[in-house]
């Protein structure tokens, strides 16, 4: 049977039309759940599709990726939220092809995906052409909306590896640690979930780590999301406190780029004004008082090598060394002096020292090394700012506290994980850091993407969340010991 040539122009024209209003219909624009999340296992396809020139390549089998479409910008809607600014662009049209497989597939390995294009492995289908053909594509080359890309076959086996390990993975949790670790849940909606750190566990994995709070979440606080929850920020293991995570790519991105906004760098307004976009607040047990019971500490901080060059720390930096710094504020407040010679602090990071992968990983050394250096109050148990304190360290006797020693060592022994949960209060010759992330204020976020439905949004009116963490069982004795 003969078509005629311009009915056949006429039929692709429609069928790519087609295509591009049903990539408009996978929008992240959605309120249930998932509603930001973009990539399921379901969303791999396997087609055979004739290659540019018209042989099939490698075997003729690809996985497809869903079709580009206009996708919620996380860092844009981020730094609009940090900045306390109405308007701007709700949804972004410019992508490329490395960043819509990664969006598409958060379970791949980055390694893998770069190297796929590196090998120049990775195809695309344009929908401005004609042709059903493929042609290959760069990591930087920028997607048309409907554009499909397509992944060799290869890469089903590394995500059902990676399913088998995620799999694999929960089994390792007993029923008792996975009751554990959603018993430290504060806060949880479609797009955050936020838990209060016990003291002790590591916030991500690393040499010589077994279990990290960021595996024990992709574990036990997945629930019903096709995505792991993501770390957006950083505590240091001995301190405790409100740990805050995006439950999906997009919701990560933009806490990210709250977080390092308002982190980075502080102007005047944000410094003199009373609700600011981010506010973090800290509990602290410092040995002394400062001279005065409230401003701010302004002094530049900057690493240096110790112990022949077998270790690292942070440390003020003055104007006269040459080292690399950068500068750092912190407003303080006492809550309470008492009569032994010891001092709660509240400190608030106003800007810290940025990390290109995690922001915030510095500002606990900072409140640190704030307190120890500049305040000369160092905090109880931070032996690495406050040693020369602790030399003179002198515990409060057992007869001031009503506890049985051997019924704390019981408990200990039955915390999951090892955690040693009760003991370090101001009591024992060697007290643990006190040092907890009390209270936190930040934009909520899961309201925020749910406004960029309606045209007339405005996301400097957007409501905040309120979040509080009770203090760690040694640091609340040390509290009481302190008041009776």
């Known amino acids: 049977m003969l078509v005629d040539a311009s009915l056949l122009r006429l039929l692709r024209s429609k069928l790519s039309t087609a295509r591009r209003v049903a990539g408009l219909s996978v929008s992240v624009f959605h309120a249930h759940p998932a509603e930001y999340s973009t990539t399921t296992t379901d969303s791999f396809r396997r087609r055979k599709i004739e290659g540019s020139n018209g042989n099939k390549e490698s075997g003729g089998k690809w996985f497809t990726l869903p079709p580009f479409t206009k996708h919620v910008n996380g860092a844009a809607i981020g730094r609009q939220l940090a900045a306390n600014a109405s308007g701007g662009a709700k949804a972004g049209t410019e992508t490329t092809a490395l960043k819509w497989v990664l969006r598409c597939c958060p379970e791949l390995p980055r390694s893998l995906v770069h190297k796929l294009f590196r090998l120049r492995q990775v195809r695309r289908e344009s929908c401005t052409v004609e042709s059903s053909q493929l042609k290959r594509v760069s990591a930087k080359d920028l997607l048309n909306i409907g554009d499909r890309i397509f992944l060799p076959i290869s890469v ?6 990676n399913q088998e390990l995620h799999e694999k993975q929960e089994g390792h949790c007993t029923e008792e640690e996975v009751n554990f670790i959603r018993s430290l849940e504060l806060y949880k909606d479609s797009a955050v979930i936020v838990i ?11 040499i010589g780590i077994k279990r990290s709070l960021d595996e024990l979440a992709a574990t036990c606080l997945r629930y019903d999301h096709s995505e792991p929850p993501r770390l957006v920020h950083r505590l240091d293991r001995d301190s405790s406190g409100i740990l805050v995570m995006g439950r999906t790519q997009t919701s990560a991105i933009v806490l990210h780029s709250i977080f390092r906004e308002k982190t980075s760098s502080a102007s005047k307004d944000d410094i003199d004004r009373n609700e600011r976009i981010l506010q973090k607040r800290y509990w602290a047990l ?10 701010f500490i302004s002094a530049s901080l900057g690493k240096v090598v110790v112990d022949d060059g077998k270790s690292e720390r942070i440390t003020v930096i003055d104007k006269t060394q040459t080292i690399p710094s950068q500068h750092a504020i912190t407003e303080y407040q006492v809550i309470k002096s008492t009569s032994h010679g010891h001092t709660w602090l509240e400190l608030s990071p106003l ?16 409140l640190r090394v704030h307190c120890a250096e500049v305040l000369g109050t160092p905090i109880v148990g931070d032996y690495k700012y406050g040693w020369q304190a602790h030399r003179k360290w002198q515990h409060f006797p057992l007869s001031n506290i009503d506890e049985d020693p051997n019924e704390n060592s019981a408990k200990e022994n039955s915390r999951p994980f090892g955690l040693n949960l009760e003991s370090g209060s101001i009591c024992e010759k060697h007290p643990r850091l006190h040092l907890h992330c009390k209270k936190m204020i930040l934009p909520n976020v899961s309201k925020a ?27 609340q004795k040390s509290w009481d010991i302190l008041n009776s």
Do not use: W
Not at 196 to 206: E, I, R, S
Not at 352 to 363: A, D, Y
Not at 449 to 470: C, G, H, I, T
């Open 156 to 161: 089903q086996d590394s995500h059902a590896q």
């Open 196 to 206: 209060n750190k016990p003291p002790g566990m590591p916030v991500q994995g690393g």
């Open 286 to 295: 410092v040995i002394g008082s400062p001279q005065r019971p409230k401003g």
């Open 351 to 366: 800007t810290g020292r940025k990390h290109q992968t995690v922001s915030n990983k510095m500002l606990v050394p900072q």
């Open 449 to 475: 993407l749910q406004s960029l439905q309606s045209s007339d949004y405005d996301l400097s009116k957007m409501e905040s969340l309120e979040l509080a963490a009770p203090l760690p069982a040694f640091m």
